[in-house]
């Protein structure tokens, strides 16, 4: 309880810190389930080649030397590589595992274990990576830009971290503000997107009520890539802040977080994509307090627990409001 007490601020903010990467990822997670009701665990690796996408393309661009205002347009060219990279992974995602499962209209549960499939072809796609470069005849100096495999990756360091104002105890970092800002502003644009564009307004109806979408004209394929890609772009910009947050990833990176932000989504409403927000915020605050109380290794445990004590009091999760549901 000292422990709680005496770090109180520090706590909050590199809670909500990482909440807000949670959050981004378990919109993927949220979007997704809202549309096809199928839990897309392979969401996690989405997020994970992300990572990796920005890594490859700073470390290419030798961006860790950069200095003055390069170092904001590497951090745009960072969030557009592991945009890039998430969003094609997912796309191929739905392409390859959900569209053909879809097509034949296979039970949920086979698409649920497809899922898990995929998720852990990707992951091993990524520890076998110089493997894969060397089917393509790529050098082997290639490992300079890949990394070795199975090996943290880290990410070049593009941000010094300083403290920019105090509160209570802890200095507030520049890295916490960066992450917090930008997952905010990801997430108001994210809200917007659903609630007030004619794409969203698909998406909306097809989580509805398919049928009657397809009826008045909604392409349910195409506002299914869309919903992927969407979901895929999030996860690429939650990948850029994790590493200016962490700064290493590697190929099973994705895992835990993954679970976590799938947990965040559950716990604020599935299917609610600002349950989802709600959901990753109080969940990375939460866990960090827990560690202080009963010790760091009982964090992913408080988590879980607190997502357990939740759902008994409100099964449908804080908000319980479902994307089709959800006002325009």
């Not at 569209?99 to 649920?112: E, V």
């Not at 899922?115 to 796609?125: H, K, N, P, R, T």
């Not at 992927?228 to 835990?256: E, H, P, Q, S």
């Not at 109080?282 to 357990?308: C, M, P, R």
């Amino acid at each position: 309880m000292d422990l709680l007490i005496h770090h109180f601020f520090e706590l909050t903010v590199t809670g909500l810190a990482i909440g807000a990467v949670y959050s981004l990822v378990a919109l993927g997670y949220t979007l997704v389930y809202g549309v096809l009701r199928l839990i897309n665990f392979a969401h996690s690796e989405v997020f994970m080649w992300g990572t990796f996408g920005a890594v490859w393309v700073l470390t290419a661009l030798g961006a860790g030397k950069a200095t003055g205002l390069a170092v904001v347009g590497y951090l745009i060219l960072g969030f557009l590589a592991a945009m890039l990279v998430s969003a094609i992974v997912a796309l191929i995602l739905e392409y390859g595992a959900y569209r053909p499962l879809r097509k034949r209209n296979a039970p949920p549960l086979i698409a649920l274990i497809s899922a898990i499939g995929a998720s852990f072809v990707l992951s091993e796609l990524m520890g076998l990576r110089d493997k894969v470069a060397a089917w393509f005849g790529l050098d082997r100096t290639l490992a300079d830009y890949v990394g070795r495999p199975r090996e943290n990756a880290v990410a070049p360091s593009l941000v010094d971290s300083h403290v920019v104002f105090q509160l209570g105890d802890y200095g507030v970092k520049n890295i916490d503000i960066i992450v917090l800002v930008a997952a905010v502003v990801m997430m108001v644009v994210l809200d917007q997107f659903v609630s007030r564009t004619r794409l969203g307004r698909g998406i909306r109806a097809v989580a509805q009520d398919p049928e009657s979408a397809a009826l008045m004209g909604v392409n349910r394929d195409r506002v299914i890539r869309i919903t992927f890609l969407v979901g895929g772009i999030m996860a690429g910009g939650a990948a850029m802040l994790y590493l200016l947050k962490v700064g290493v990833t590697r190929y099973n990176a994705g895992f835990i977080l993954g679970v976590k932000a799938f947990t965040a989504a559950v716990l604020g409403g599935i299917g609610n994509v600002r349950g989802a927000l709600l959901g990753g915020f109080i969940l990375g605050v939460a866990e960090n307090y827990g560690s202080a109380l009963v010790g760091t290794q009982w964090k992913d445990v408080v988590a879980f627990l607190l997502l357990i004590v939740i759902l008994l009091f409100r099964p449908t999760g804080l908000l319980g409001e479902s994307l089709g549901k959800a006002r325009a």
